[in-house]
C-alpha cells in the first residue's frame, strides 16, 4: 500500500490509520532517509494511542519510551528507537534490545537494519521517501 503525504499532518493522520493494526508484542521497522518523516509517523501512532509525553526522536539517546493506551484503557510502553549512530548489531545485546521487544510493549525502530540482523529475521516495514514537491513523502507500507 503506497500513500503520499503533502504535509506533516497527512503523514501523522496516515500512521493513526495504520496504528489501528498494531498491537502490544508489534515490531515495526521505518526506513527511510533523514528528513522522510519517520519520526512524525511515530508521533501519528502515538496520538492514536494517546501518549501524553512529548514525543521526539531519540536520535542521540537511542531509545524512548512512552506510555500508550489501547482501546480497552490498558496502559502499555511503546519504544522509540532510533538506530542511526550504533555501528553494529552486537551494539544492540548492549542496551538489552531483547528486553524491550516482548508482548506488552510495541516497539517502532527507525533504521531498523540493523535490528533485523541482531533479531536474525525481517520486521514488518514502513518505507518513507521523498515525493515530487518540497514537502511530499511517499509511504509505502509492505
Known sequence: MIFRSKSTEETMMIAKELAEELKPGSVLGLKGNLGTGKTQFVKGICKYFDVKEVVNSPTFILVNEYTGTDNEGKKFSIYHFDLYRLNSAAELSVIGFDEYINKNSIVLIEWPELAEE????????????????????????N
Open 118 to 141: 541482531y533479531l536474525g529475521r525481517e520486521i514488518e516495514t514502513v518505507r518513507f521517501d521523498y515525493g515530487d514537491g518540497d514537502e511530499e513523502r511517499v509511504i509505502e507500507v
